[in-house]
């Protein structure tokens, strides 16, 4: 069945330097979606990407969705400590009928 | 409502007790999902449902897992002879019509499930 790979799944950093998680699906996807997660919270929804190659950006997070929609990337610039959280990428494949999750990347924040 | 809400937030079960939690998605919302998030962070999906009807049950453990969504009712998912392993966060979501992984999925708050 449909896998889908994030790494890393752990990443620390100083506050200010950026931070990238990569999502990588072992099927052509349909679409991919963002999802980040605070500590003792629930998912909440970031963004869908749709279309090979998009790139979209919010404020300093940039996703990008790769031309053969297997793989996606979501980059955070310039860390703030309240980027703090795990990062979820999920992907629905061609033809599919539900959300499949990457494992999350864990990301903690040096103030 | 405009929230996804999930009862009750925590629940202690001994091994081999049912356990029965409770979803209310948002209305308007036809697409329900449950998932099982255990220590590591990952999401396993167990089911969905289209409105009352079973739309995907690939994940759900038969033997003892079972859920349903019924007409003004809030959905639920009931777990029989819970085991240790059963200990986890069980995340309930909901999306709009054609949902079925092409809509933003909003997530409830969770129901923490301690097997003692």
């Known amino acids: 069945g449909q896998q889908v790979m994030q790494i890393p799944q752990y990443q620390h950093v100083q506050e200010g330097e950026d931070f990238t998680t990569y999502c990588n699906s072992s099927?052509?996807?349909?679409?991919i979606q963002w999802y980040k997660q605070r500590p003792g919270g629930h998912p909440v929804f970031l963004i869908q990407?749709?279309?090979?190659?998009e790139v979209k950006k919010q404020k300093r997070l940039t996703f990008q969705f790769g031309e053969a929609k297997k793989n996606s990337s979501l980059h955070i610039t310039a860390t703030q400590t309240t980027d703090v959280g795990t990062y979820f990428c999920?992907?629905?494949?061609?033809?599919?009928?539900?959300?499949?999750f990457g494992q999350g990347t864990r990301l903690t924040i040096n103030p | 409502g405009e929230e996804v809400a999930q009862t009750p937030k925590h629940l202690v079960r001994g091994e081999g007790q049912k356990a029965k939690l409770y979803c209310a998605p948002i209305k308007g919302h036809s697409y329900v999902f449950w998932y099982q998030q255990v220590l590591k962070n990952e999401f396993k999906f167990l089911i969905s449902?289209?409105?009352?009807?079973?739309?995907?049950e690939t994940g759900m453990p038969k033997e003892r897992f079972s859920a349903k969504c019924l007409p003004n009712s809030p959905c639920s998912l009931e777990i029989q002879a819970t085991k240790l392993e059963d200990s986890a966060v069980y995340f309930c979501a909901s999306s709009q019509s054609g949902g079925q992984g092409n809509q933003p999925q909003h997530f409830g708050d969770g129901t923490r499930l301690s097997i003692l």
């Open positions: 999920a992907g629905c494949g061609r033809g599919a009928q539900k959300l499949v």
């Open positions: 099927t052509t996807l349909s679409n």
């Open positions: 990407l749709v279309k090979s190659g």
């Open positions: 449902f289209q409105n009352e009807n079973v739309f995907d």
